[in-house]
């Protein structure tokens, strides 16, 4: 069992920075693919970034934060973090944490959310 736990959301301007961090507990942290994913109010959640090799060496991104977001994770510190730079008012969502054993399965476990609101 994995629990994940978000943390370093909050307000922002547009065109700021706001780095997330996620915290995991269990076993074998560095075993698991992690990812980002976020919910926008009256939208389905969505995915942000993956980290899928436990040395943080494969990373896949949406399109809509390539070039702004950067996804890495610190297995000595069970972390993994998302850096967002240049934000926009329509990356305020609920952010979310989620790990899976491997790349062909599903995201398995999941944080309780951040919320990340950008003004314009």
């Known amino acids: 069992q994995v629990q994940l736990v978000e943390s370093g959301g909050g307000f922002m301007q547009a065109g700021g920075s706001l780095r997330l961090s996620c915290v995991a507990s269990?076993?074998?942290?560095?075993?698991?693919?992690m990812g980002w994913f976020r919910q926008a109010p009256g939208k389905e959640r969505e995915f942000v970034a993956a980290?899928?090799?436990?040395?943080?060496?494969?990373?896949s991104y949406a399109d809509f934060v390539k070039g702004r977001f950067t996804i890495s994770r610190d297995n000595a510190k069970n972390t993994v973090y998302l850096q967002m730079n240049s934000l926009k008012p329509e990356d305020t969502a609920v952010y979310y944490c989620?790990?899976?054993?491997?790349?062909?399965?599903?995201?398995?476990?999941w944080g309780q959310g951040t919320q990340v609101t950008v003004s314009s």
């Open positions: 989620a790990a899976r054993p491997n790349l062909m399965s599903q995201y398995r476990y």
């Open positions: 980290v899928i090799n436990w040395n943080g060496g494969t990373t």
């Open positions: 269990g076993p074998s942290f560095s075993a698991y693919d």
